[in-house]
């Protein structure tokens, strides 16, 4: 991406953002995949939070209505769980070579990101690759809806219960099956947060995912970002990288 001015947290009418200078840079054009992450794997030995701790959180519909105020109702800590079995014990990735790959904490994200030349995007390079050619604010809705169709892989239907599906997928989506934003980066919102750079104790995903709904966090736009322990893998985070110089995996 070329150097230039990002609108830093637009969020619709009476958040217009700050203007903030970004120098060039590029970015993967998808989410890091399970393909990508197992070359890694296989070339540098990685094991995973995950796969360290024998366990990762994973997202699990409950079966009746609960309240929203307890995220514990659909979240489970669960032995087995880790990138090579994204659903748990029993799971594996057949089929799911170009998935996102998630139950990755940050330190796995950014030892994948320094393996492959780069590093995790800052929050501003992050925001500039969502926003494209963005200069004026923008309907927040806009960003994973149009004309009401989705147009990103989130939340259809009464979350946590069911998703519908009516965007196509319910759960995770391979990369590149939305259209991509008008600098062809694809799924900037929705499908899986996305880990940025940052040395704190508690992390920053940005972008939201799959579980993002109308009726409950609706995180699906650029501004989005959610405070996320760094030493957490969830089966709804993944991430991408960015560079200082073009590669054969990235978009300009």
Request: with cysteine; charged share 25%.
């Amino acid at each position: 991406m070329a150097a230039g001015t990002v609108l830093l947290g637009e969020d619709g009418p009476g958040r217009s953002g700050e203007a903030t200078r970004v120098d060039a840079f590029w970015i993967d054009a998808h989410e890091v995949t399970n393909r990508q992450f197992a070359d890694f794997v296989a070339a540098t030995g990685h094991v995973t939070r995950a796969e360290r701790d024998g366990a990762s959180a994973l997202f699990v519909s409950p079966t009746e209505r609960v309240s929203l105020n307890d995220a514990s109702r659909w979240w489970r800590f669960v032995k087995g769980a880790d990138w090579r079995h994204p659903e748990g014990p029993g799971s594996d990735l057949a089929g799911k070579a170009d998935v996102p790959v998630v139950h990755v904490d940050r330190d796995d994200a950014a030892a994948y990101a320094r393996w492959a030349g780069g590093t995790l995007p800052s929050s501003a390079q992050w925001e500039h690759a969502a926003r494209g050619a963005q200069h004026a604010g923008r309907d927040p809705l806009s960003w994973a809806f149009k004309n009401g169709k989705p147009r990103a892989n989130v939340w259809e239907g009464v979350f946590p219960i069911r998703d519908t599906g009516d965007d196509g997928y319910a759960g995770i989506a391979p990369v590149g099956c939305f259209e991509p934003n008008d600098l062809g980066i694809y799924d900037m919102v929705g499908n899986v947060w996305e880990w940025v750079a940052g040395n704190a104790a508690m992390g920053l995903v940005k972008g939201g995912s799959f579980l993002c709904a109308m009726n409950y966090c609706a995180n699906f736009r650029p501004a989005a970002y959610q405070a996320q322990e760094r030493d957490l893998p969830t089966s709804h985070i993944g991430f991408r990288v960015v560079y200082t110089k073009p590669t054969d995996e990235v978009r300009s």
